[in-house]
C-alpha cells in the first residue's frame, strides 16, 4: 500500500510538472516589422506620424497594458483588444517636433505580456531648428 501512495504522489507531481511547462511555453511574441524608424530631416514646427506594423509570433493572445515615453510630445496609440496568436496589429505614434532640435533619438517602452515584459520601438530626426526672428530697426 504504501509503495501505490507513493507512485500516486510521484505520478501526480510528474503531470503538474508537465501541464506547467506547456502553460509557460505558451507566451506572445511581439515581432515588428521595422522596430526603428528613421525619418528624413524635418523643420521644427512639424507634426510627425508612423504607423508600427507587427504580429504575434507567439502561442498566447498579446496583450498591450500601457506605454512609457519621454515627453508629453510623443503620442501613442495602442490596440485596444488582444491580438491573437498569428494576427497582426499597428501601433500609431505621433511627435511634435515643436521645441525640439537637432537630433533626436526617441525611444518608446510598451508594457505587454511577452516574456520580455517591457518591449521598445525607436524613431530618430533631424530637426532644423526655426530661424530665429531678428529685430528690425
Do not use: W
Not at 16 to 43: E, M, R
Not at 66 to 92: H, W
Not at 96 to 111: A, E, S, V
Amino acid at each position: 500500500m504504501h509503495q501505490q501512495t507513493i507512485n500516486l504522489k510521484t505520478a501526480f507531481l510528474v503531470f503538474t510538472l508537465f501541464i506547467t511547462a506547456i502553460g509557460f511555453g505558451q507566451v506572445a511574441v511581439l515581432n515588428f516589422k521595422y522596430q526603428t524608424v528613421k525619418f528624413p530631416k524635418t523643420n521644427e514646427g512639424a507634426k510627425l506620424h508612423y504607423i508600427y506594423e507587427f504580429s504575434n509570433d507567439g502561442k498566447a493572445d498579446l496583450e498591450f497594458y500601457s506605454f512609457e515615453a519621454e515627453c508629453t510630445c510623443t503620442e501613442v496609440k495602442l490596440p485596444n483588444s488582444p491580438i491573437k496568436p498569428g494576427e497582426s496589429g499597428r501601433i500609431e505614434v505621433s511627435f511634435d517636433t515643436n521645441g525640439k532640435y537637432y537630433y533626436q533619438d526617441r525611444t518608446i517602452y510598451l508594457l505587454t505580456n511577452t516574456r520580455k515584459k517591457r518591449e521598445k520601438i525607436r524613431f530618430k530626426v533631424f530637426v532644423e531648428p526655426k530661424p530665429v526672428a531678428t529685430k528690425q530697426n
